[in-house]
């Protein structure tokens, strides 16, 4: 078996803005916990500015992107406000994500089949920049085929589907949302794409999920936050990796048999 590439982890610091905006105060600070999540070995830093700023703000991604050394991954809306954001910020990647007001978190993938024509203009505009593109899209052939029809270098699978029917113990529902996330991995390494994971994973869905070859990167947050606040952040983060390393050892295990 030809060697795998290397599993990165993205921590997601929306949610240590969350704990610092109830009290509308500058405390805790998702930067601080950005570079202690990099001390502890994340691979870099994901954060979604949303339109409301209900967590991360302008600010807060004008500094991570000025203090922190590893690649910051950008969570927008496809909008013009958001592109000349990003565009002034420069980070290492966008990951254009949906948005809803009205929703607790991101409830689904991107519809890139019915919004390409909206979506195409943002992807290119953001490549001419240099900055990569990530779509955050389900596991389904059609909106994998148009993302590789859209040029975008990455996608990144949604699991939330998958991860919550494992935290239910809805033993069929998890193995339907399994199966349709490893098809959709392989389709979209088949179309040249780099596919990322992300949304509701924990130690275990981690662990499960670094087992998929075709996966080069999962980005995760909420979950670490919570246990962050039992353990600690460089704690949380050291456990994940070592997770995620487990899943890829099986891999590598099952190639040499």
């Known amino acids: 078996m030809s060697k795998l590439p290397p ?37 870099g830093i994901t954060a979604h500015l949303r339109e409301d700023r209900r967590h991360i703000r302008d600010q807060d991604m004008a500094r991570l992107k000025a203090e922190i050394s590893k690649p910051l991954n950008f969570e927008m809306a496809a909008t013009e406000d958001m592109l000349k954001i990003s565009l002034a910020t420069r980070p290492h990647a966008v990951c254009l994500v949906p948005e809803r007001r009205a ?51 990455v996608i990144e699978i949604h699991t939330g589907g998958w991860c919550d029917a494992v935290v239910d113990g809805r033993s069929a529902r998890a193995e339907a949302e399994w199966q349709r996330i490893v098809h959709g991995a392989r389709l979209a390494r088949s179309a040249g794409l780099e596919v990322h994971a992300g949304h509701g994973l924990d130690y275990g869905t981690a662990e499960t999920i670094a087992g998929l070859p075709e996966i080069v990167e999962l980005n995760i947050g909420y979950y670490m936050i919570g246990e962050a606040i039992f353990v600690g952040l460089g704690e949380t983060v050291r456990m994940m990796r070592a997770a995620m390393d487990r899943g890829r050892k099986a891999i590598a295990r099952a190639g040499t048999a």
């Not at 993938?109 to 909206?118: E, I, K, M």
């Not at 505009?125 to 993302?147: H, K, T, W, Y």
Request: hydrophobic share 50%; proline share 6%.
């Open 7 to 43: 599993l990165r982890l993205g921590v997601n610091v929306d949610h240590v803005a969350t704990l610092r905006n109830a009290r509308a105060g500058t405390r805790p600070d998702p930067v601080r916990a950005a570079l202690a999540a990099i001390a502890a070995g994340a691979d």
């Open 103 to 153: 929703e607790l978190t991101t409830e689904g993938g991107l519809d890139v089949v019915g919004q390409h024509n909206a979506l195409a203009p943002y992807i290119a505009r953001l490549g001419d920049a240099g900055i990569r593109v990530s779509l955050f899209i389900s596991a389904e052939p059609r909106q994998i085929e148009m993302a590789a029809r859209l040029r975008a270098p």
